[in-house]
């Protein structure tokens, strides 16, 4: 099973600071096909395990440093340090589903960051 992957944007701090605005706040990243805002919440991202196997690998394959570590019975993702999330997002005028992979988590003591890894177009099977 393939999927297409052509990413549709890059790298791109979205939160860089204290506890309270981490989870508190609603960050936004822009979408790639209308330039609309998405919001993000930290708190309704999902974990990179809970994609399929085929998609986490292609995923893996295309961003360059997120690694997989065994805790117990379960596979934990993370990139630079940080944990490795996802969030699918609609793109309402484009009528199409996004796919974004962020990193986030403490970087320091207090000090708190949501990167956005990259934002795809949510796969399809070729």
Sequence with gaps: M?????NLK???????GFEDGFYELNHTI??????EKITVSVS?????????EHLRIAIKDRIKGIKEFPLS???IHNYDD??????IYDCKIQNVKL???FAVGERQPAR??????EIFKYPEMN
Excluded: H, R, W
């Design 112 to 117: 708190y960051q949501v990167i956005l890894l």
């Design 2 to 6: 393939n999927f297409k992957m052509n």
């Design 73 to 75: 019975t379960i596979m």
């Design 10 to 16: 890059k790298k791109e701090m979205i939160y860089d």
């Design 44 to 52: 309704s991202l999902k974990d990179l395990s809970e994609l399929d």
């Design 99 to 101: 796919l974004a992979i």
């Design 82 to 87: 940080l944990s490795a999330m996802y969030g």
């Design 30 to 35: 822009q979408c790639p096909y209308c330039d």
